[in-house]
């Protein structure tokens, strides 16, 4: 009663077949739904009126319009002391980075404050950490050095390092228009581990040239050449800098050890890179330590660079090396995000 039973006597009920959809219509939804899971425009479409829409669009491009009117003073002094903690540690890793990469050191203040202010405005994720990062500025050392000396042409060098950056930063902008970013889902976890660890051994022992003071240290990164150019040099090791440099690491471990036996204290921990390059400047600038064997960074010029726009290199042969290094870059640093 209150049913229909079918042929075998079973109480269900026929679900009916949905009617067929043209095939544009279906190959649309499929595209929508694979690159478009999110539909970021939602929210724009659905308000009423042109200017409604215009600010909607405005607020998801720039999220900082979204969060700034609400902003609490309350927390200004929570986000002040955290500015300086990152900037603290934010400028000396910088211009390690850009030692790194065999580039000037004022490009590695550059890329320590640009990069937070363009995404204070247009980020969305107050979790995402935005910089440089060892791997990048490995991979362009390894690469761009391979093919031209960056002492040698330091010139030809810096333009393939700013094209090459160019790249890398078209590359990843597409993906995000493309609405492409999954593909980077596909990198192993694995793989990725294994070769930040590797790098990491690598930057590791590149830090061997300043720890010691050594003035000629081999382009290789293997562990074999880098071994060999340090211990063929053992009378070039200058005492003054491997007691600078192991006496700041030592500075570092010890305060990160009682911010983590004593969570209270985390403050000590996050003050001691500024600690650290303050000191260090004030023994450097004491005791003329660029006079002992212990290397500086120099005199740095003032005011701001002058654009790089007219810098990039598109013309053969060094395009294909300068598009080749930005694409794995690119990859790479997007893939160390997700770690």
């Known amino acids: 009663m209150g049913g229909s039973a079918d042929a075998n006597g079973a109480g269900s009920v026929r679900v009916p077949v949905p009617p067929a959809r043209p095939f544009l219509d279906t190959f649309r939804g499929n595209l929508k739904e694979t690159f478009f899971p999110d539909d970021p425009f939602r929210g724009v479409v659905r308000e009423r009126g042109a200017g409604r829409r215009t600010v909607a669009a405005l607020r998801y491009f720039f999220p900082f319009l979204e969060w700034a009117p609400a902003y609490a003073l309350s927390t200004f002094k929570s986000d002040l002391i955290a500015g300086i903690t990152i900037a603290s540690l934010a400028i000396p890793q910088g211009i390690s980075y850009a030692k790194l990469a065999n580039l000037p050191p004022v490009l590695g203040l550059y890329s320590s404050f640009v990069p937070p ?40 060098y810096l333009h393939l390092a700013f094209t090459a950056t160019f790249f890398a930063g078209v590359f990843q902008a597409s993906l995000g228009l493309l609405r492409l970013g999954f593909i980077v889902d596909l990198l192993s976890h694995a793989t990725i581990v294994g070769f930040m660890a590797g790098a990491a051994t690598v930057v590791c022992l590149q830090q061997l040239k300043g720890m010691l003071g050594l003035v000629h240290f081999t382009t290789s990164t293997d562990v074999v050449s880098v071994m060999e150019s340090v211990f063929s040099q053992t009378h070039q090791w200058r005492w003054e800098s491997v007691l600078l440099g192991c006496g700041f690491l030592f500075f570092l ?49 003032k005011g701001l660079n002058p654009p790089s ?15 080749k290094t930005g694409i794995i870059t690119g990859v790479i640093a997007l893939a160390v995000r997700l770690l």
Do not use: C
């Not at 996050?270 to 004030?282: D, E, R, W």
């Open 253 to 301: 471990l010890v305060t990160r050890f009682i911010s983590k036996r004593r969570p209270k204290l985390f403050w000590i921990s996050a003050a001691a890179p500024l600690t650290s390059v303050v000191l260090g400047s004030v023994l450097v600038y004491l005791t003329h330590a660029e006079n002992h064997g212990i290397e500086v960074i120099g005199y740095l010029k």
């Open 117 to 156: 202010l363009v995404y204070a405005l247009m980020g969305s994720s107050k979790d995402l950490a935005v910089g440089t990062v060892a791997v990048a500025s490995l991979l362009i050392s390894s690469m761009l050095g391979s093919e031209v000396s960056p002492t040698e042409n330091p010139v030809l």
């Open 309 to 323: 726009v007219t810098s990039l290199q598109f013309s053969p042969p060094y395009m294909m090396l300068a598009l």
